[in-house]
């Protein structure tokens, strides 16, 4: 049976990635830390499935990470693991540079040294794939063409700084010691099961507790949104028929500036549950922006698109209506998320941001 180390594999993304796997019946190892961010309620379905074996751990942990190679002789380590929130890395940065950097580093490390011990044939077949962000790239301006692979790397976050490292390490161990390595990058997901700290699920929650809607600026930054199970399809794909050593970028071709989401999310809410007390829109409160804010990123998917044959399955239109209905519908995952931790966070967050704005703004924010 094919076998994968999957690390972060009960975060967001790496959880949708464990899900898929199992249905194609590969045996996972998930090791995953359970950070605020990791929850084993997304993986509640394999609670009895003998082929997911959880392990929780860090990426960072040498040893750990040698014993699960030497006991699971995986095909292949799928990397998600990370610190994932950009406003997060502005609050503390130094969490980024122990596990995007350093984890990544040991990981890598630890991989190598094991693969050099296998016999040749064993080996050869083996692929370190590292999951990475369009964010490693910088920031767009209106009109700019999308990142390619080739865009010159820019981080301008400590968090995409951290990812654009860990990268570059990737690559390095490729130059170095011929590490068998794939790199995706990938645009902003959205789908079930997403932390409520990130926009999407942070509005459609606040929405429903009639709490304001805190749209950074002026709610012009740009994202391409790409559903959580295309970016999966897409890292298998890549693991499949990936060239060795090279990168692929993943999108959803779907931009759209933050305010146009929050307002799409909005109507959706008003036609789901109407709340009787006026349109869910009312509750859009523009805040202190982000500091550092890229503005624009547009990934193109060219180079996945005709090597691999990648297509994404989801539309944005009805892949927010489906993530706003599973939100309404599994209120039990999303109570057992918001912890005191994530009430904490959102009072560190956004306490400070205040609501700086008025209605002449919003005014101005949605025509610009
Ligand atoms: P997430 O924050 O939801 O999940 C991260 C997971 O990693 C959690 O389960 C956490 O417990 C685990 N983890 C953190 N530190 C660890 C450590 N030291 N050792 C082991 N496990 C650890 O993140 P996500 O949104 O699912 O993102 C997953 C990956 O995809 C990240 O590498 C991120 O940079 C990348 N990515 C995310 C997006 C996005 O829109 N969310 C887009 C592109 C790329
Ligand atoms: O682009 C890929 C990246 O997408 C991933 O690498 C990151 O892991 C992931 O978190 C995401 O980063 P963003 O910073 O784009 O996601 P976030 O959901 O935090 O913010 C999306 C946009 O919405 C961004 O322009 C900031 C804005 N925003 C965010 C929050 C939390 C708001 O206006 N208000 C908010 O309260």
Same mark, same amino acid.
């Given at each position: 049976m094919n076998c994968q180390l999957v690390t972060g594999g009960a975060g967001f993304i790496g959880s949708c990635y464990v899900l898929q796997a199992r249905r194609r019946g590969i045996r996972v190892v998930n090791l995953d830390k359970l950070t605020y961010a990791g929850n084993l309620g997304n993986l509640a379905s394999l609670r009895n499935d003998p082929d997911h074996v959880f392990v929780q751990g860090d990426i960072g942990n040498a040893e750990l990470v040698r014993h699960l190679l030497d006991t699971w002789r995986p095909d292949a380590v799928v990397n998600f693991a990370a610190e994932s929130h950009v406003d997060r890395s502005i609050l503390d940065p130094e969490a980024f540079v122990r596990t995007n950097? !350093?984890? $990544?580093? $040991? !990981?890598?490390?630890?991989?190598? *040294?094991w693969l050099a011990r296998l016999a040749p044939g064993q080996a050869q077949a083996f692929r370190f794939l590292h999951i990475? $962000? *369009?964010e490693v790239f910088g920031a !767009?301006?209106?009109? +700019?063409?999308?990142?390619?692979?080739t865009t010159p790397y820019s981080p301008r976050s400590p968090y995409s700084a951290s990812k654009a490292a860990s990268d570059h390490l990737v690559r390095a161990f490729r130059e170095t010691y011929g590490l068998p390595v794939l790199l995706t990058n990938c645009s902003n997901n959205y789908g079930p099961r997403q932390f409520p700290e990130k926009l999407i699920p942070l509005v459609i929650l606040n929405a429903l507790d009639r709490k304001p809607l805190p749209v950074y600026g002026q709610g012009m930054n740009v994202r391409d949104w790409l559903h959580v199970e295309d970016h999966c399809a897409a890292v298998a794909r890549v693991l499949e028929g990936g060239r060795v050593g090279e990168s692929y970028n993943i999108g959803g071709r779907a931009e759209r500036a933050n305010i146009e989401v929050v307002r799409t999310i909005c109507a959706l809410l008003d036609e789901l549950v109407p709340?009787?007390?006026?349109?869910?829109? +009312? !509750?859009?409160?523009?805040?202190? *922006?982000?500091?550092?804010? +890229?503005f624009r990123y547009a990934m193109n998917c060219t180079k996945l698109e005709t090597e691999l044959g990648w297509r994404p399955r989801h539309d944005f239109a009805s892949g927010l209506r489906d993530t706003v209905r599973w939100y309404l519908e599994n209120r039990d995952w999303v109570e057992n998320v918001r912890t005191g931790a994530y009430r904490q966070w959102i009072a560190v967050n956004y306490a400070s941001r205040g609501a700086v704005c *008025?209605?002449?703004? +919003?005014a101005q924010g949605g025509k610009a």
């Open positions: 950097v !350093l984890g $990544t580093a $040991t !990981l890598l490390r630890v991989v190598k *040294d990475s $962000t *369009d !767009l301006a209106p009109g +700019d063409p999308a990142f390619t692979e709340s009787g007390q006026g349109p869910y829109a +009312d !509750l859009i409160t523009y805040v202190t *922006d982000r500091p550092g804010h +890229d *008025d209605a002449a703004s +919003d």
